[in-house]
């Protein structure tokens, strides 16, 4: 796997656990009162998104190997251009529900990769 690639699931991984630790603890009211959460849990999904972009363009092979990865992608597409729409519980649903695998899948990923 490419260096790029690996800064790629690195940077993946990390917003993950940003979000986790942020969500620690919390409610869905919890996460529905706080503009400060919402606007920090947003801005790591964006991340998220962005860099398995980046990813789907450097390394595709490793790409293909997230299984959420196009879901990952339209998601961040909907918080970003849909920004005055957003389903917070949607959201909120996602951090519960499928972080946790996207995360996993990634450190795999980075855990288990030869350098190229």
């Known amino acids: 796997m490419k260096l790029e690639a690996k800064k790629l699931l ?5 917003a993950c656990r940003d979000i986790e630790q942020f969500t620690a603890g919390k409610t869905l009211g919890d996460y529905l009162d706080s503009e400060l959460l919402r606007s920090a849990v947003e801005r790591k999904f964006g991340i998220i998104g962005e860099a ?3 990813l789907r363009a450097k390394d595709r092979d490793t790409f293909d190997q997230i299984k959420v990865s196009e879901d990952a992608i339209a998601f961040r597409n909907r918080l970003v251009h849909g920004y005055d729409a957003v389903d917070h519980q949607t959201v909120w649903e996602t951090v519960k529900n499928d ?15 030869p350098e190229s």
């Open 10 to 14: 690195f940077d993946v991984i990390t």
């Open 52 to 54: 398995l972009v980046r």
């Open 99 to 113: 972080l946790p695998d996207l995360k996993i899948e990634a450190e795999q990923l980075l855990g288990n990769t």
